[in-house]
């Protein structure tokens, strides 16, 4: 576990900085950073789906799902500040509940995903709520709007902890601990970016239908 653990920390240094790059470059670079990591993404899915009804199915979801995260970068200013927020939400939330579940471990939250405990939900939530504090002290929210962002935050975060129990779910009726082997202490594309793929749309669907358009 710890050398794994030394993997996690190690690609999340190298690559955390290249993606945040790439996102606020945005032009040429996020494009290509978007298409490599969709391609990656339909091969891991139909690698670990192949020959199951449910194979197309997955294929129109990601294509939804990607359309959504380039719409949300490529905006109408080119902003690249809401993209951060829902992908650091993400980010939060798995940091979250992969501390708090490796540590306080407990019992398990549901069987499809079996890592996943109730210590490490808790831990996702708070992670992701350190936020709010966080924004406030940085004069980026007043307190009129403090419920609001808390709301938003418990939303992207829930839906990015279903996302990541979907994945799983599909990954052990396909009998594999992993969607791949390219992130060394992560798994495949898709074991890192599983919550994202699901939080994305939802914040598309927000942003589109102005559900929150106080934020």
Known sequence: METELKKRILSSIILTPIVIFFIIHGSFLFILLLITSFCIALYEWHMISKHKTYNFFGFIFLNLSFYSIYKIRINEDGSYENFLFIL??????????????????????????PNKTIA???????LALSLVPLLIFLNQVDQDHTLLITLYIILISTVSQIGD???????RKSKKKDTGNLIPGHGGLLDRIDGMIFAFPIAYLISFFNLFDKI
């Open 165 to 171: 129990i979907v994945v799983s779910f599909f990954k």
């Open 88 to 113: 650091l939400i993400c980010v939060l939330t798995d940091i979250g509940g992969y501390i708090f579940g490796k540590t306080i471990k407990g019992p398990k939250l549901t069987s499809y995903s």
């Open 120 to 126: 490490g939900l808790i831990g996702s939530y708070f």
